[in-house]
């Protein structure tokens, strides 16, 4: 079990409402990732905080932020939500800042969006 | 630029067999290829990784082969066992941990 704690586990929201979504982070690692997992498919980057700041965003809409906190744990806000927001959103975290090191997640929140 | 590809989308094999998973990327920026297991309901675990400067590293029974040239790399585990079945990931990343991963793909060992 990596160090990465996620919540809620699983979610149902109606189709136009918003979610937060909030991942602790592993002890020592300043970085935190998200991304999106649609079934049956590879996890996609949503956006990347560190130090508190936004540190590269995938091709998500604007509808989908975050937050860092000073202790380096995030939110992941999702706005109007739409039925293909359904899916598992993963946490990782990660020490290395600009450089390659191990990300490791957590289990995921599933989101259902009816 | 940005794509992994990854095959093949599943596989079956033996105990005891030798599952192969490939990938391929065209970014040669990327500078980082991990590997990740997943199990159902769980999140991705890091299994093994390798940077461009080897050619092979291995970890207990799974080894990362990297071709630099062809730009692809991938997965060998050895002495398979009902307990890998499970679904991995291939990804890249040219830095700062901004993972591209693969399709993935699904392996069942059977006993």
């Known amino acids: 079990e990596t160090g990465v704690t996620q919540s809620p586990t699983h979610l149902i929201k109606t189709r136009g409402q918003q979610v937060t979504l909030r991942c602790s982070s592993q002890s020592g690692h300043n970085t935190v990732s998200w991304y999106q997992q649609a079934l049956g498919q590879g996890p996609q980057f949503i956006f990347q905080y560190y130090r508190e700041e936004e540190n590269g965003r995938g091709n998500f809409p604007p509808r989908f932020s975050g937050l860092q906190f000073p202790n380096y744990s995030s939110e992941l806000n999702v706005n109007a939500l739409e039925l293909d927001d359904s899916a598992l959103y993963l946490c990782?975290?990660?020490?290395?800042?600009?450089?390659?090191?191990?990300?490791?997640f957590g289990q995921g929140t599933r989101l259902t969006v009816v | 630029q940005q794509q992994v590809k990854q095959s093949p989308q599943s596989l079956i094999v033996q105990k005891g067999g030798i599952p192969i998973i490939n990938c391929a990327y065209e970014n040669t920026a990327f500078d980082y290829f991990p590997w990740y297991q997943q199990f159902p309901g769980k999140g991705p675990a890091l299994l093994i990784a390798?940077?461009?400067?080897?050619s092979e590293k291995k970890e207990g029974r799974f080894t990362i082969s990297f071709n630099k040239s062809a730009k692809q790399f991938s997965l060998h585990i050895m002495d398979s066992q009902p307990g890998d079945s499970a679904t991995y990931f291939c990804a890249a990343a040219r830095y700062g941990n901004k993972l591209v991963f693969g399709a993935g793909t699904i392996l069942r060992v059977k006993s």
């Open positions: 390798i940077r461009p400067d080897v």
């Open positions: 990782a975290s990660s020490g290395g800042g600009s450089t390659n090191t191990e990300a490791f």
